[in-house]
């Protein structure tokens, strides 16, 4: 019998220090494999913690500690003993990657190897991801060598998870567009046609081959690295978490065929269509611009942005009842999440995304004074006035 959950992904990075860490993606875990260099060196636990990658510095502290450590390399188990994961990383070497430029969990050069188990090959640990998501570099000027973004959402870091808890962190690394070569190995990488092959159709083959146990695929670009009829765009995510200060981050929200990613340099957020809750339409329009003499108020005011005013919460922990070992004090059931500032011209192509996957929005607009001063006239209003009944 195959088991799926028994297969392991690698990650490394390429700092090149004789405390250099090398990190394993399993179905739950980005663990810290340092004992070679511990017991080579004969290094602290408590000063490697300062030589690991700057993607892990970012998100522990220098002094952390060890029980601190420790949630950052378990953040993937998701309330799962190793010893439920027999024969992970045992079996056949599936693929290994050359280093690209990562955004997160390391904030760097990093490799990533994917092994099956003991009991059959072709099953990565996907069990536990939500989703992978290939998209075209967002990044303007980009070189070929980064023309693609490869996101890998734990199902724990799905809806908004990745907001109100310290941990998992979605995966994010730049991938490249060129002729598959012999810097891919592994069984995958060494059978590719070099002739046909490209770097993005073989590494879309790796994952498929695992998530197909699943049901799953990786979503995004095709392998010729077109975006299909994707709806995308610049946008500005704000949030406020309890206690804290507004957050406003300018990113890219993509509307896919399996719920919403937002991603940025410092913020990526997946939500998929179960953790959508109450979800708000609003035309904005700006009274500044609005010249033309009397009209009615529906008239009035130039459309100027676009907006999507989600209520959002956590799936993995809402319905699958899991332990949270990570979660803050006072954690929150759901947050509101707003994206704004979008084209006014996306209005018809989210109105039919919508429908298309049943999201049921609540259509409203309102009036600005000064749109670029953020001087509100109104609140949020029905976005069509009923007509009168003489």
């Not at 998100?59 to 060890?66: F, I, Q, Y």
């Not at 700006?286 to 009397?294: I, V």
Request: hydrophobic share 35%; charged share 25%; with cysteine.
């Amino acid at each position: 019998m195959v088991r799926p959950e028994a297969a392991v992904c690698h990650i490394g990075s390429a700092s090149g220090n004789a405390s250099q860490c090398k990190y394993s993606l399993r179905p739950s875990t980005i663990s810290n494999r340092k004992r070679d260099a511990e017991e080579s060196t004969n290094t602290k636990r408590s000063t490697n913690v300062k030589g690991n990658t700057n993607g892990r510095q970012k998100r522990l502290k220098p002094d952390a500690s060890v029980e601190e450590d420790c949630e950052w390399e378990h953040q993937y188990w998701q309330g799962k003993s190793i010893f439920e994961l027999s024969g992970m990383g045992c079996g056949w070497c599936r693929f290994i990657s050359p280093f690209v430029p990562s955004q997160s969990p390391i904030d760097g050069q990093m490799w990533f190897e994917v092994m099956s188990g003991t009991e059959g090959h072709g099953n990565v640990p996907v069990a536990p991801i939500e989703q992978i998501i290939v998209l075209q570099n967002p990044s303007p000027s980009v070189p070929k060598t980064q023309a693609y973004r490869i996101i890998i959402v734990p199902t724990a870091a799905s809806g908004s998870s990745p907001i109100l808890r310290r941990s998992p962190d979605i995966v994010s690394f730049d991938w490249p567009d060129k002729k598959a070569d012999k810097h891919l190995k592994g069984q995958l990488g060494e059978d590719a046609d070099q002739g046909n092959d490209t770097y993005l159709s073989v590494v879309k083959r790796v994952f498929n081959e695992q998530l197909a146990a699943f049901g799953k695929s990786v979503t995004g670009v095709s392998d010729r690295g077109e975006e299909d009829s994707m709806i995308s765009c610049i946008t500005t995510l704000s949030f406020k978490r309890m206690h804290e200060n507004e957050e406003n981050i300018k990113g890219r929200v993509y509307f896919l065929d399996t719920g919403l990613l937002f991603s940025s340099q410092t913020r990526r957020l997946y939500l998929s269509f179960e953790s959508l809750s109450q979800t708000i339409l609003v035309l904005a329009r700006d009274l500044a611009s609005y010249s033309d003499g009397p009209a009615l108020l529906e008239a009035m005011g130039r459309p100027v942005s676009l907006e999507v005013h989600i209520s959002a919460s956590e799936p993995y922990y809402k319905t699958r009842h899991a332990p949270e070992p990570n979660a803050k004090e006072n954690i929150q059931d759901s947050i509101l999440l707003n994206f704004t500032k979008m084209p006014v011209d996306l209005l018809d192509k989210v109105r039919a995304y919508a429908s298309k996957h049943s999201i049921h929005f609540k259509e409203c607009r309102q009036l600005y004074y000064d749109f670029a001063k953020n001087l509100m006239m109104t609140g949020w209003l029905p976005l069509k006035i009923p007509r009168m009944v003489s």
